[in-house]
């Protein structure tokens, strides 16, 4: 059983903004360049890595002539324009922040995109400075399968595992997360598989309006 809730991590793709098609059309794009076509199940493969752990992939597994600094580069520039100009946030976000606004629960993101594209996007969407801060993967040097980047963020928000919520729509960081003792939510995303997710977690959300209506009724972590 939960302490009393005292802080929530929400990861960004997937979980707040509807994204995870897009990233499978940026691979595609970025291997064209190449003349590469991109093989049958890679996005999964790829999935729990960090940015630098995939670039390093892409480099390794497909020969490119190019460094995974080179590699990080141009996928950052060809996802750039999606989270400045079209990537929306997941329907019932707004009314999910108001609600824990309204708790005085305090709020922050780790993701493993880069961080110059979360804050575009945030920044457009309008929900940027309502999070303590956005820490990604890159900046702890670890990918979600490492609880590093959690425990960071719960550090800085001052609170302890039991009492922090993570909020994820990926199996593996849902048991990345619930292993370091934090308290899980799974939260719906077509690209994932949500009965695995609903297994693992412990809670599960198929829209940020259940989220909302069960933070409201202050069920489970009391």
Same mark, same amino acid.
């Given at each position: 059983?939960?302490?009393? *809730?005292?802080?929530?991590?929400?990861?960004? +793709?997937?979980?707040?903004?509807?994204?995870?098609?897009?990233? =499978?059309?940026?691979?595609?794009?970025?291997?064209?360049?190449?003349?590469?076509?991109?093989?049958?199940?890679?996005?999964?493969?790829?999935?729990?890595?960090?940015?630098?752990?995939?670039? %390093?992939?892409?480099?390794?597994?497909?020969?490119?002539? $190019?460094?995974?600094?080179?590699?990080?580069?141009?996928?950052?520039?060809?996802?750039? %324009? =999606?989270?400045?100009?079209?990537?929306?946030?997941?329907?019932?976000?707004?009314? *999910?922040?108001? $609600?824990?606004?309204?708790?005085?629960?305090?709020?922050?993101?780790?993701?493993?995109?880069?961080?110059?594209?979360?804050?575009?996007?945030?920044?457009?969407?309008?929900?940027?400075?309502? @999070?303590? @801060?956005?820490?990604?993967?890159? %900046?702890?040097?670890?990918?979600?399968?490492?609880?590093?980047?959690?425990? %960071?963020?719960?550090?800085?928000?001052?609170?302890?595992?039991?009492?922090? *919520?993570?909020?994820? +729509?990926?199996?593996? $960081?849902?048991?990345?997360?619930?292993?370091?003792?934090?308290?899980?939510?799974?939260?719906?995303?077509?690209?994932?598989?949500?009965?695995? $997710?609903?297994?693992?977690?412990?809670?599960?959300?198929?829209?940020?309006? +259940?989220?909302?209506?069960?933070?409201?009724?202050? =069920?489970?972590?009391?």
């Amino acid at each position: 059983m939960m302490k009393t *809730l005292q802080a929530i991590l929400f990861d960004l +793709d997937g979980t707040l903004l509807d994204s995870m098609q897009m990233w =499978e059309d940026v691979d595609r794009r970025f291997l064209s360049r190449y003349g590469i076509a991109p093989p049958a199940r890679l996005a999964e493969e790829i999935k729990p890595l960090s940015i630098n752990e995939a670039s %390093e992939y892409f480099v390794r597994r497909f020969s490119l002539p $190019c460094t995974p600094d080179e590699v990080t580069n141009q996928i950052e520039e060809i996802a750039a %324009e =999606e989270y400045r100009t079209h990537l929306p946030l997941k329907d019932g976000v707004t009314k *999910l922040l108001d $609600c824990v606004d309204a708790l005085e629960i305090p709020y922050a993101i780790v993701t493993a995109t880069y961080q110059s594209l979360a804050e575009s996007a945030l920044r457009r969407l309008g929900i940027y400075d309502r @999070f303590q @801060f956005i820490l990604t993967c890159t %900046e702890v040097d670890a990918a979600k399968t490492s609880p590093k980047i959690y425990l %960071e963020a719960a550090k800085r928000l001052g609170v302890d595992t039991a009492s922090c *919520l993570v909020a994820e +729509d990926s199996l593996y $960081c849902i048991h990345t997360a619930k292993q370091a003792g934090f308290f899980t939510a799974a939260v719906f995303d077509k690209a994932a598989d949500w009965e695995a $997710c609903k297994a693992a977690a412990d809670c599960a959300f198929l829209s940020m309006h +259940d989220f909302a209506a069960w933070l409201d009724r202050k =069920e489970g972590f009391v």
